[in-house]
């Protein structure tokens, strides 16, 4: 059975600096991957996927991530993060009509 | 532009009371779901629609019913809402046959139990 893993439930970062979500999957097929991002009271907005070549993705509002086949491993990465990316962040694997996602990291961001 | 749409955003209910919630899409896509999620957990799928055909989630309660008139509107019905029904609820969309497993979200309705 599917299922992703976000080891991290909260995550505290000052502004400017970088930031890194883990995330971890477990799918027997080919994964097809997802991030999004869910500000408080809001539907979810997708960041960036990942179906099948380059393994380094780039995604809205700056935000990128890297597949690692070796590692079932999504990670989500920004380089500089900004108090208004301050939200809850869901990783998912797609299965047939269904997603399956992560518990969600909640990313807190301090001036 | 093209989107999901989810109306009404906020419903309060009172406990027992039906309620119906509404998930309209303009892209026109032939899978519609309905998750529920609560305050902060991972949504969780209750149910979808391939095309007219319903798809129930083996763990979802009795309670939540769906509709889908035509290709363009959902509807999720509470037939008696318990306190523990208090949520958001998410309805999504997506193509099914272009082999990426892709959703679609609307904005969410939060649901209040009194």
């Known amino acids: 059975a599917q299922s992703v893993t976000q080891p991290d439930i909260h995550i505290t970062v000052s502004e400017g600096a970088s930031l890194e979500l883990r995330c971890n999957y477990s799918?027997?097929?080919?994964?097809?991957l997802f991030w999004y991002v869910q500000s408080p009271g809001q539907g979810l907005q997708l960041l960036l996927k990942y179906f099948s070549g380059d393994t380094l993705v780039q995604g809205i509002k700056g935000f990128e991530a890297e597949f690692k086949r070796s590692q079932s491993s999504f990670n989500l990465r920004k380089p500089s993060v900004h108090w208004s990316d301050a939200a809850e962040y869901f990783c998912?694997?797609?299965?047939?009509?269904?997603?399956?996602f992560g518990a969600g990291t909640i990313l807190r961001v301090k001036s | 532009d093209a989107m999901v749409i989810q109306n009404p955003r906020y419903q309060v209910t009172q406990f027992g009371k039906p309620v119906t919630l509404s998930c309209s899409q303009t892209?026109?896509?032939?899978?519609m779901y309905w998750y529920q999620q609560k305050s902060s957990q991972a949504p969780k799928l209750l149910f979808h629609y391939y095309d007219k055909d319903f798809n129930n989630e083996a763990d979802t309660p009795d309670n939540f019913q769906s509709r889908r008139p035509n290709t363009s509107f959902c509807f999720l019905d509470i037939r008696s809402p318990g306190l523990g029904d208090a949520a958001m609820y998410l309805c999504?969309?997506?193509?099914?046959?272009?082999?990426?497993?892709?959703?679609?979200f609307g904005p969410g309705t939060r649901l209040t139990v009194t």
């Open positions: 799918y027997g097929a080919t994964p097809y």
């Open positions: 999504a969309t997506s193509r099914a046959g272009q082999g990426n497993y892709e959703q679609y």
């Open positions: 892209l026109n896509h032939n899978v």
């Open positions: 998912a694997v797609g299965a047939p009509n269904k997603l399956v």
